[in-house]
């Protein structure tokens, strides 16, 4: 079966520390993506990646950052300078950069205690 | 400064009757539209999209309706049924133009709740 795989699906974090949400598919796409949503607001960019070893900045990267080591993997971590990183942080592949239809994985949800 | 903009939180519909999701737009870059729904505690799953060239697109259940002149588009479910409840995002395309990254920016989501 086909998919985006995130891990851990709940991850609770102390103030200061950093943590690294996965995210790993199998289904070929070249396109990574990371996401985050906040209640009541829509879904916000956080970074994304066209192809292996290349990765751009979204609309609220400051306090995050990736790597793309492999075209399944694009990793997350979630800095202690991310000033308010309680979220659902959602995954997401295409098969280009430009398709607009992004399939999702199931999200992790960060509490920060 | 939202370009996308789902202005209802909410939406409680009878089973078998329809449903209107809104959602207005402030960016005429945009050149895609698309709706998602998510069920909670999964990630959204991709439903119908639209071009900017088109006014309307069917599939089964569903149609979207995009009315470029009021910056609107507009996600008719009929029937409704319960299993649709599910919170609805649209979506928006910005058209960066040649191979450029054409980024999507969604709107705050609408609750849909059909009863039985």
């Known amino acids: 079966d086909g998919g985006i795989t995130q891990s851990p699906k709940y991850l609770f974090r102390k103030e200061g520390q950093n943590v690294t949400l996965s995210c790993e598919q199998n289904?070929?796409?070249?396109?990574m993506y990371w996401y985050r949503q906040d209640p009541g607001q829509g879904l916000r960019l956080i970074y994304y990646?066209?192809?292996?070893?290349?990765?751009q900045k979204g609309d609220i990267a400051e306090g995050y950052s990736v790597s793309r080591e492999k075209k399944e993997s694009f990793p997350l971590t979630v800095t202690s300078a991310q000033k308010n990183p309680t979220a659902f942080y959602l995954c997401?592949?295409?098969?280009?950069?430009?398709?607009?239809?992004?399939?999702f994985g199931e999200g992790s949800r960060l509490t920060v205690l | 400064d939202q370009q996308v903009k789902q202005n209802s939180p909410s939406l409680s519909v009878q089973e078998g009757r329809i449903s209107i999701l809104n959602c207005d737009y402030t960016n005429s870059m945009f050149d895609y539209f698309l709706w998602y729904k998510k069920y909670p505690a999964e990630g959204p799953t991709f439903l119908i999209s639209?071009?900017?060239?088109?006014d309307k697109n069917e599939d089964g259940r569903f149609t979207v309706f995009l009315n470029k002149s009021a910056k609107h588009l507009s996600l008719h479910i009929v029937p409704s049924q319960p299993g649709d409840s599910a919170v609805y995002f649209c979506?928006?395309?910005?058209?960066?133009?040649?191979?450029?990254?054409?980024?999507?920016?969604f709107g705050q989501g609408t609750i849909l709740t059909v009863h039985p």
């Open positions: 289904l070929n796409h070249d396109a």
């Open positions: 997401a592949s295409s098969i280009k950069i430009n398709t607009g239809e992004l399939f």
């Open positions: 979506a928006a395309r910005f058209n960066a133009g040649g191979t450029s990254y054409g980024k999507l920016t």
């Open positions: 639209i071009s900017s060239i088109k």
């Open positions: 990646s066209q192809i292996v070893n290349d990765f």
